[in-house]
Antibody, heavy 116, light 107 residues
């Protein structure tokens, strides 16, 4: 069974940093692109970033470019999202998802709240 | 960026109804479109890929169609578990973009 478990969310002040982690199990992690998708409270879904199987390609939505960095450690079956210079509009549940085009499996999400 | 527009935003229907949700792309995306279902407080569930291919395990009452810029998700006979919010996703180009969602409510 595919499982994706996120951690690292919490309350952070504007301008602060946070690192999200996602541990994958139940499939060959190194054989899949992985992505992050977020959802502000009460709002719709927004694709954030994705990374190729070997980490050689990464793509980001414009609103996070230069502030967020996606990375992975295939030896640890783990996906990461380093978030710097956080803004109130980054407040959302962040989902770790499997896939590059369509995304087929989702974690349960971790809530990031940016507020003073 | 490709804009994805869903209609309607909210839909009221009864159990047994046939329901259709439309997703329009601001430019052609061929058939690079997926559909998701999200119940309150839960992660989205993957339903359809390549506009019309049903993901394994998804009930056959769900179907998708379309290509280019106009797509539809149809639920042939609405069941109690189907009252949820539905999103389309284009993966033709970066950044990937979702529609704003369609909430299917009980009439």
């Amino acid at each position: 069974e595919v499982q994706l478990v996120e951690s690292g969310g919490g309350l952070v002040q504007p301008g602060g940093s946070l690192r999200l982690s996602c541990v994958a199990s139940g499939f060959t992690f190194s054989g899949y692109w992985m992505s992050w998708v977020r959802q502000p409270p009460g709002k719709g879904l927004e694709w954030v970033a994705n990374i190729k199987e070997d980490g050689s390609e990464k793509y980001y939505v414009d609103s996070v470019k230069g502030r967020f960095t996606i990375s992975r450690d295939n030896a640890k079956n783990s996906l990461y999202l380093q978030m710097n210079s956080l803004r109130p509009e980054d407040t959302a549940v962040y989902y770790c998802v499997r896939g590059e085009g369509w995304v087929d499996h989702w974690g349960q999400g971790t809530l990031v709240t940016v507020s003073s | 960026d490709i804009q994805m527009t869903q209609s309607p935003s909210t839909l009221s229907a009864s159990v047994g109804d046939r329901v259709t949700i439309t997703c329009r792309a601001s430019q052609s995306i061929s058939n690079w479109l997926a559909w998701y279902q999200q119940e309150p407080g839960k992660a989205p569930k993957f339903l359809i890929y390549r506009a019309s291919s049903l993901q394994s395990g998804v009930p056959s009452r769900f179907s998708g169609s379309g290509s280019g810029t106009e797509f539809t998700l149809t639920i042939s006979s609405l069941q109690p578990d189907d009252f949820a919010t539905y999103y389309c996703l284009q993966y033709n180009s970066y950044p990937r973009t979702f529609g704003q969602g369609t909430k299917v409510e009980i009439k």
